[in-house]
């Protein structure tokens, strides 16, 4: 299973590096074990994980100091393997769930983003948000450590102290039974002569990480956060709903201004709502957000205070013909993405995943289609509501290769320009075809999450390509993703399970 790499010519073989989180042989997995959002930071070197309990769970790349060593290494000699490696760092309880009184309504503890903040020290800072709040975490790391006790006198420690007391030592002339010490140790403590080695010294037992919550943002949103996005300007960040898009500055979280509102005067007239919301990599006034009606609007916020009347929008000509009752269902927009430079822009809709030249919004550069086989099945998905289903989709550091879930827990990805337009399969378990496990009773699970137990599994030679005709179980959804910034590694939720793939 290849994929070449453009410019480069160099052919990418995706392996199955790392997995956390799977379940055991006849363990059912937990519905509030479910990955909801995954995020890596901007160096690559922590990976954040949410779930549907409501937790947040971090891991650190273990090699992540000397990663540019190894691929200096695997540059110069073909026959060195690099495996990048992730370990478990910490978790901690972001939200709980709530009940709105005033509308009577259950608010879940489901994460729906983690966002990574620029870093101003050597302290973490995210941002995870549910449907309704907003909370700013700060992650430190820190050394644990204890104090070693040295026993100063050799002839009186635990094993012998009985025999010394019973004068079993009486040849030791200068034994001082007070204290139990030399007097001649008691004097080189009190003058501080004592060598270093046999004072009482810290050791190292490992690291932690302890996480606080400084900041949360509340009552801003009178529907589902969808999205969070944070700006280039490290001050600023935006969240968006069904039919606002709100503007905080990170410092502040008593008020947040409000940029986009597309709430017609009679909710009877609405015709659509906002799916996703991004900020430019580069240009802090520039947002793109996406909509049910498979439309991108690009805003300049420096245009007017409220921006949904000056957006340069960017939409599909070919969607323009025939339509059917599935039509504008299918062109909802679930995620978007830029690229790096911000030249580009990633979408993903329920069939298709579609670069965009921010240059030329008549149409998409290219359109990857990752569900057509599911064509001929819309009335059916539309019956049990998969059609419903929001997949993510990710980029590559350099722009060239894109990433998106599909079912059975299949990953799909493509290159741009290589005319690979089928893509590549890439399965998420040994076999994608099992019968997936129902869904256990809600229920807290212990402060250790499952995700803490990671192992290696490397896929062999024939397994990572999937046949297209593989039967589609809808049951399992690869709906969350990320790419890491600089490496050809990609993490994946199937479930309750964390995949990492690499090439």
Known sequence: MTSSAVGSGAPLEW????????????????????????????????????????????????????????????????????HPEYRYMTEFQSHEPEFDYLKSL????????????????????MLSTNDRTIKLWKVKERKMKKVIEKDLNPYICP????????????????INFDNGYHAEWTEKIAKQELPSHELPGIANIGDD???????????????NINSVSNNSDGETFVSADDLR?????????????????????????????ITSAQFHPVHCNLLAYGSSRGFIRLVDMRQSALCDHSARMLQDGEQCGSKSFFTEIIASIS??????????????????????????????????????????????????DSIFDKFDCCLSGDGLHFATG??????????????????????????PSRASLPAARRARRSSISNLARGFYRQAPEN???????????????????????????????????????YA
């Open 15 to 82: 392996k199955l590096c790392q997995v956390f989180g799977e379940p055991s042989p006849g363990e059912e997995p937990r519905d509030d074990a479910v990955i909801s959002a995954i995020e890596f930071d901007k160096t690559g070197d922590h990976l954040a994980v949410g779930d549907r309990g409501g937790r947040v769970i971090i891991f650190k790349r273990k090699d992540g100091k000397d990663h540019r060593l190894r691929s200096q290494l695997e540059r110069s000699d073909s026959d060195f393997a690099w």
């Open 106 to 125: 259950e608010i879940e503890e489901k994460i729906n983003k983690v966002k990574w903040c620029p870093m101003p020290n050597g302290s973490f800072f």
């Open 159 to 174: 094993e012998n102290a009985l025999l010394a007391e019973t004068s079993h030592l009486s040849d030791q002339e200068n």
């Open 209 to 223: 990480a302890l996480a606080r919550c400084r900041k949360i943002y509340a009552h801003a949103h009178d529907f």
């Open 245 to 273: 898009i709100n503007l905080w500055n990170t410092e502040i979280s008593s008020q947040c201004f409000n940029i986009i509102d597309i709430k017609p005067t009679n909710m009877e007239d609405l015709t659509e709502v």
């Open 335 to 384: 995620d978007i993405k830029f690229a790096a430079d911000g030249r580009y822009l990633m979408s993903r809709d329920y069939l298709n995943l579609k670069l965009w030249d921010l240059h030329m919004g008549s149409k998409p550069v290219v359109t990857f289609k990752v569900h057509d086989h599911l064509w001929p099945r819309l009335s059916d998905l539309y019956d049990n």
């Open 406 to 431: 599909s079912y059975s827990y299949l990953l799909r990805i493509f290159s741009r320009g290589v005319g690979s337009a089928e893509g590549v399969t890439v399965g998420s378990r040994k076999n």
């Open 463 to 501: 397994s990572s390509s999937v046949v297209n005709d593989t039967p589609c179980d809808l049951k399992q959804k690869l709906l969350h993703l990320a790419w890491h910034p600089t490496e050809n590694l990609i993490a994946c939720a199937a479930g309750s399970s964390l995949f990492m793939y």
